[in-house]
């Protein structure tokens, strides 16, 4: 199976910063929040991957790339350490670029000649998960059980009205509707939709179809969604492990102070902070 990264947004709640510098390149410490996706692919079995970019962001087929001088420096200085640190993922990685910001729908099209007729992963970097099997991994064992498209989600999220919800059928799988960021209170149930989805080939014809009726804005894979559901050929799968939203400042700075505990002198420094701030 392959995967598809969506990174070709402007990241606009992170300005000024991603004037320059992808969304997708900002760090939790010392790793870029790409870098958490393709290590989620390559351990679910997924070593062929499309990254959909933009115009701005060709950082991120450098920093995916070999760095043949600092390789060459480190082997001359004999810094095994520093030079287990930077070689690219063992991965087949190719790259589109979105030429304009036409929404998730339209980049989803163009990854249509990479998938071919196959199922395939699509991802957001905004959704990090800690812990656990590989969220990507966790599709792909219930698409082999329903042969259906597969959403991720959580349950019950604070900020539900941030989410697609899910109108789910009485088998308690499949999913009969997909409401984008229903109003708090009348949401069809309290499992919501994240940044991880399992889509068969089925989804690119309505796809083209739902294009041709879109008149303006940014084209959205709703439709489509909505379509192969009414069709009972959606499911959904709670993803297992600690998930880590990076799309908003917000939750960025907490992911960061998340994975920072998972670094064991990273850990004693936030304890050392909080103690001599009295945070604690």
Excluded at 110 to 121: A, Q, R, T
Excluded at 141 to 148: A, G, R, S, V
Aim: aromatic share 10%; charged share 30%.
């Amino acid at each position: 199976m392959k995967g598809v990264i969506l990174a070709a947004g402007y990241g606009s709640r992170f300005l000024p910063v991603t004037k320059t510098i992808p969304k997708e390149m900002l760090p939790l410490i010392n790793k870029p929040s790409i870098d958490f996706i393709i290590e989620e692919f390559l351990e679910s079995g997924i070593n062929e991957i499309l990254v959909i970019t933009s115009r701005r962001k060709k950082v991120l087929e450098d920093y995916l790339d070999r760095e043949v001088e600092l390789e060459y420096t480190f082997k001359m200085q004999g810094a095994s350490g520093k030079l287990k640190k930077i070689p690219p993922p063992e991965a087949h990685i190719f790259f589109v670029r979105q030429k304009e910001m036409l929404g998730v729908g339209h980049a989803l099209l163009l990854s249509k000649p990479f998938v071919g007729h196959e199922p395939f992963i699509t991802a957001y970097p905004d959704d990090i998960f800690l812990g656990g099997k590989p969220p990507a991994r966790q599709l792909i064992e219930t698409y082999e059980q329903t042969n259906c498209t597969v959403l991720a989600t959580i349950y019950n999220p604070e900020d539900i009205e941030r989410y697609g919800t899910l109108a789910i059928a009485e088998d308690g799988l499949h999913i009969t509707d997909f409401v984008e960021k229903a109003p708090k209170g009348e949401e069809p149930s309290r499992e919501v939709s994240i940044g991880r989805y399992l889509y068969t080939p089925e989804i690119f014809p309505l796809l083209e179809e739902g294009l041709k009726k879109h008149k303006k804005g940014e084209y959205n894979h709703t439709y489509s969604l909505k379509q192969l559901a009414r069709q009972g050929k959606v499911v959904f799968k709670r993803i297992e492990g600690e998930r880590l939203d990076t799309g908003e400042p917000e939750g960025f700075f907490r992911a960061l102070l998340v994975y920072a505990q998972t670094v064991p002198e990273l850990k004693n420094v936030l304890k050392n902070f909080l103690a001599e701030n009295e945070l604690n």
